[in-house]
């Protein structure tokens, strides 16, 4: 296999029938047959590599994730139903009792739910820091700390975090760095160039890019996948067949459609800038980002999300929200539709003033995840509801 991204996007075909079909066919089967008893028992002991059961292993989530695995040059990887089970099972298999962990401040919504309401059950702690704080990162660590965990860009403020910095703590400190690289896809950031064991994928949003099927993904380290992929056997999380077809499908055009997005975005993001409705504008590729040599440094392009303030607060962002005809207004993101949330009052509302304030979520904070209508219909629209 070559280097070229794209290529290996669309030409890495693990399997073939005897039909000598052109695309890979979807096998929906829960289970695979045996010649005999030996060939049975010395798949089961892990002399051949075959597939065994499909919550193990199935040739169309094997060929998603060799793709993904060649994307962010990793060894190895697994797949998973959603993004949160490929969240839930790394910490599941990699973590026990007692041990700590040390994480960005803002994480997906459910990822900060699984550190407050759930590992705490298992004697599991989490310290946090904030993103414009990274010299605090080597404070927090303990002498049982196991992980460094971190998304890049941030969300919803799309904020960015120095991934040079995080492997070098990392690798000082002897722990194990993750990374959800959710909001870039690996077409613009991988997390192992810069020193991350592992990388975690939501595949629900840029990789299907159609907001069609949910999905998620581990790729790294071989060790460590290997212990996620004996947890995650066990414990059932596994991807299905077909959606794996359909996101192995969604890969052969990661590379042109995440390119639109970005080229959508940042005019997006340069328009709001010029608007008098519109207070701040964060785009990791505008150069009034306040990290944006860090995002430059890492980052091949910008990005899919915008994230603005309106002047007026939450009544200005829900009557910004209100006015929108044709973008939707739906909690998914990396969709080629494009998508505008107003967090403060909707995914974050349950958070205190104070919590909000300190992971960028003020009260007039827009979110868009900009798609890929044409550029003058998006802008328009934006446009007609900020002046409404
Ligand atoms: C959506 C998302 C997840 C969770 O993925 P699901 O597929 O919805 O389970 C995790 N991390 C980030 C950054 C996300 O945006």
């Not at 890019?209 to 947890?231: C, K, P, T």
């Not at 994230?307 to 044709?326: D, H, P, S």
């Not at 993101?333 to 403060?344: N, Q």
Request: with cysteine; proline share 4%.
């Amino acid at each position: 296999m070559t280097n070229q991204f794209e290529t290996n996007a669309i030409r890495t075909q693990t399997e073939r029938t005897q039909f000598s079909e052109h695309s890979t066919p979807l096998y929906l089967t829960s289970s695979f047959v045996f010649d005999d008893a030996e060939d049975m028992r010395a798949s089961f002991a892990e002399e051949k590599q075959k597939n065994l059961y499909s919550r193990f292993s199935n040739p169309n989530t094997s060929e998603f994730v060799e793709k993904l695995v060649q994307m962010e040059k990793a060894e190895v990887g697994y797949a998973f139903a959603t993004g949160m089970a490929a969240v839930f099972s790394s910490f599941g298999a990699l973590l026990n009792a007692g041990d700590h962990i040390v994480a960005c401040r803002s994480v997906f919504g459910s990822t900060h739910s699984l550190f407050t309401k759930y590992f705490p059950k298992w004697n599991i702690e989490t310290s946090y820091f904030k993103v414009d704080e990274p010299e605090s990162i080597e404070g927090l660590i303990q002498p049982n700390t196991k992980i460094l965990y971190a998304e890049t860009p941030t969300n919803p403020a799309v904020d960015v975090i120095d991934l040079a910095l995080l492997g070098e703590i990392a690798k000082k400190h002897n722990l194990l760095l993750l990374i959800d690289n959710c909001f870039a896809s690996p077409y613009l950031q991988n997390p192992i160039d810069f020193g991350a064991d592992l990388v975690i994928h939501s595949a629900t949003k840029l990789i299907d890019g159609q907001g069609r099927v949910l999905g998620g993904a581990v790729v790294g380290n071989a060790d460590l996948i290997r212990e996620i992929y004996l947890f995650s056997r066990n414990t059932g999380p596994a991807m299905s067949p077909f959606n794996a077809w359909v996101l192995s499908k969604s890969l052969e055009t990661l590379a042109v459609r995440v390119d639109r997005h970005c080229e959508n975005a940042l005019q997006v993001a340069k328009f709001l800038e010029d608007h008098p409705k519109v207070t701040t504008v964060k785009y990791p590729f505008l150069e009034s980002h306040p990290q944006y040599e860090i995002a430059k440094r890492q980052m091949r392009l910008g990005g899919n999300i915008v994230a603005f303030q309106i002047e007026g607060g939450v009544e200005a962002g829900r009557k910004f929200l209100n006015a929108i005809r044709m973008c939707s207004l739906s909690a998914n993101l990396g969709d080629s539709r494009t998508i505008v949330t107003h967090p403060a009052s909707t995914t974050h509302s349950k958070l205190s003033i104070s919590d909000r304030n300190e992971v960028g979520i003020t009260d007039g904070l827009v979110r868009c995840s900009v798609g890929l209508e044409s550029i003058k219909d998006i802008l328009f629209d934006l446009n007609q509801a900020l002046n409404a």
